[in-house]
Structures are given as C-alpha cells and as structure tokens.
Nanobody, 128 residues
Framework: QVQLVESGGGLVQAGGSLRLSCAASGRTFSSYGMGWFRQAPGKEREFVAAISWSGGSTYYADSVKGRFTISRDNAKITVYLQMNSLKPEDTAVYYC?????????????????????WGQGTQVTVSS
C-alpha cells in the first residue's frame, strides 16, 4: 500500500509560479513511477507529467512542456511539480499518482490505468 498526500496548491496570478509536493509513505517509493494529473471543472482528468523510478526519464503533456518540471527525491520519498508561467487554463485540482515500475514505460506513462495509487488532490487556481 502506498499513501500519497499532495500539498502546495493555492491561488496565483497568471505568470506566477507554484511548486506542488507529493509526499509518499508505505511500500518502497523508489520502485514506483510517479505521475501528476489534473482535472478542471467540467472536464475529464488529464495527464500532466510523469517521472520514472530513478528520475532518469521524464514526460510532459504538450500543454505544459517548457513551463512545468517534475522531479523526485527518493530519500525524502517526495515528488515535486514546479509550475512556472502559469496560465488561467492551468486551473484544476492536481493529483499525484504512483505506478509500479513494471507497468510504467514510455508507451503508457500517461495512462491512468497503470497508476494504482492516487492522492486526494490539491487545488491550483490561476487568476487572469
């Protein structure tokens, strides 16, 4: 079992920055690929970014590429999402998720079904 708790959300003006954190506990964190997803009001949840167990591979949705950076600290069992140049369309609830490394790969890192554990989410609101 893996428990995930997100933090760092809030209200920010367009062009600003936020750093989300996802603290994990439970089974071996370093053996899991990690992802960030988001869900805006009235929309389906969508992939944002993902990182392999070692941190050696990172993946991004086109909409955030160049603005967001995912990273992880396995010693602190935490994954981060640095969000810069925020836009109003980034407003959403952001969720972190964990996938066993056996499922996580370059062809499916953005598929919700590989992620067996999810956090409760943190709200990010970007004002124009």
């Amino acid at each position: 079992q893996v428990q995930l708790v997100e933090s760092g959300g809030g209200l920010v003006q367009a062009g600003g920055s936020l750093r989300l954190s996802c603290a994990a506990s439970g089974r071996t964190f370093s053996s899991y690929g990690m992802g960030w997803f988001r869900q805006a009001p009235g929309k389906e949840r969508e992939f944002v970014a993902a990182i392999s167990w070692s941190g050696g591979s990172t993946y991004y949705a086109d909409s955030v590429k160049g603005r967001f950076t995912i990273s992880r600290d396995n010693a602190k069992i935490t994954v981060y999402l640095q969000m810069n140049s925020l836009k109003p369309e980034d407003t959403a609830v952001y969720y972190c998720a964990a996938a066993p490394q056996s499922r996580f790969g370059y062809s499916n890192y953005n598929r919700e079904w590989i992620y067996g554990y999810w956090g409760q989410g943190t709200q990010v609101t970007v004002s124009s």
